[in-house]
């Protein structure tokens, strides 16, 4: 019989491979449900060695959530070429990528759970809202966004956050229509701010102008046309 020696790893190696163990654990529970022990069995170290490379469990919590935040970030990266409604819908699709594959960490830390409740947590969170909202932002082409479209821009990113959070909570409703649900949901906001702004109404009007007909904006329009065909029942 022979046996496999386990090969030792670098300090930032295992540092590494905690966060990553961290992470799939808080995938299927909240973290604040995650004991150091569970951490330290997943990753088939003992206690201490865990402590030995973070110095508490806040201190384990919050490089994971700094991972996490990273790649929440970079779900919102998309090149900047084709219609806008075509590069929001890619960006709702990895966005709910990130919310399947993250749940339980995913809400609690949009709830602001307990055990990732610090300050350091919270600013994360920020700094993935603004990292959202400036990727948008890029997309429309305007170098000083006016009030109005940050209005806009930063209620959406607030609504598919918000949105997520309730589809976890028992997925109701088919994960690909709040997709789309959500890129229309950005259409309609701008609609809405462009009723009331000549400046807005000039941005509305350029991002239409580069949409097909059967594209996601397209879409709503057929939607929102076949709806006024419905009468309503006596």
């Known amino acids: 019989m022979t046996t496999v020696a386990r090969r030792r790893m670098g300090v930032e190696e295992r540092k590494q491979q905690l966060i990553?163990?961290?992470?799939?654990?808080?995938?299927?529970?909240?973290?604040?449900?995650?004991s150091i022990d569970e951490i330290a069995a997943a990753a088939g170290i003992s206690r201490p060695l865990v402590y030995h490379y973070f110095p508490g469990k806040q201190s384990l919590y919050e490089a994971a959530?700094?991972?996490?935040?990273?790649?929440?970030?970079?779900?919102?990266?998309?090149?900047?070429?084709?219609?806008?409604?075509?590069?929001?819908l890619r960006v709702m699709e990895r966005f709910f990528d990130f919310v399947e594959?993250?749940?339980?960490?995913f809400s609690a830390l949009m709830r602001g759970g307990p055990a990732i409740g610090s300050s350091t947590a919270t600013a994360m969170v920020s700094e993935v809202r603004q990292a959202?909202?400036?990727q948008i932002v890029a997309h429309?082409?305007?170098?000083?966004?006016p009030a109005r479209l940050e209005l806009v821009v930063r209620s959406w990113v607030s609504l598919a956050e918000t949105t997520a959070l309730l589809w976890l909570d028992g997925r109701r409703i088919p994960r690909?229509?709040?997709?789309?649900?959500?890129?229309?949901?950005?259409?309609?906001?701008?609609?809405?701010?462009?009723?009331?702004?000549?400046?807005?109404?000039?941005?509305?009007?350029?991002?239409?102008?580069?949409e097909p007909a059967d594209g996601a904006f397209g879409d709503l329009v057929d939607r929102l046309t076949r709806?006024?065909?419905?009468?309503?029942?006596?």
């Open 176 to 210: 690909a229509e709040l997709e789309l649900q959500l890129v229309h949901d950005f259409a309609a906001l701008a609609a809405v701010s462009a009723a009331y702004d000549e400046e807005m109404a000039a941005i509305l009007l350029r991002i239409v102008a580069d």
């Open 140 to 145: 429309l082409g305007v170098g000083r966004p």
């Open 101 to 105: 594959q993250h749940g339980p960490g």
């Open 20 to 34: 990553g163990v961290a992470l799939e654990l808080f995938s299927h529970r909240s973290p604040d449900d995650v």
């Open 132 to 134: 959202a909202y400036e």
């Open 65 to 88: 959530l700094r991972r996490a935040a990273d790649d929440l970030a970079d779900r919102f990266v998309e090149p900047r070429e084709g219609p806008l409604g075509a590069r929001l």
């Open 227 to 234: 709806l006024g065909g419905v009468r309503p029942q006596p």
